[in-house]
Nanobody, 124 residues
Framework: QVQLVESGGGLVQAGDSLRLSCAASGRTFRNLVMGWFRQAPGKEREFVAAITWSGGSTYYADSVKGRFTCSRDNAKNTVFLQMNSLKPEDTAVYYC?????????????????WGQGTQVTVSS
């Protein structure tokens, strides 16, 4: 079992930055592919970013490409989502997700473990 705890959400203005963190505990962090998803009010949860275990490969939704950066510190079992140039449409609950694997994954059903979510609100 893997437990995920997100932190770093908050209320910011358009154009500001936030860094989300997701700390993993439980089973080994090795080979754990990490993903970020978000769910805005009244909308389906959507893929935001993913990072392979080595951190050598990252993948982003088109809507955040160039503004968000996903990274990880395997020594601290933590993954980060640096969000720059935030827009009101980025407002959502952001979830960290994980699964063991050697590739990257962008579908919800492909992830086995989920955090409780952290609220990000961007005002205009």
């Amino acid at each position: 079992q893997v437990q995920l705890v997100e932190s770093g959400g908050g209320l910011v203005q358009a154009g500001d930055s936030l860094r989300l963190s997701c700390a993993a505990s439980g089973r080994t962090f090795r080979n754990l592919v990490m993903g970020w998803f978000r769910q805005a009010p009244g909308k389906e949860r959507e893929f935001v970013a993913a990072i392979t275990w080595s951190g050598g490969s990252t993948y982003y939704a088109d809507s955040v490409k160039g503004r968000f950066t996903c990274s990880r510190d395997n020594a601290k079992n933590t993954v980060f989502l640096q969000m720059n140039s935030l827009k009101p449409e980025d407002t959502a609950v952001y979830y960290c997700a994980a699964r063991y694997g050697s590739s990257w994954y962008w579908q919800e059903y492909e992830y086995n473990y989920w955090g409780q979510g952290t609220q990000v609100t961007v005002s205009s």
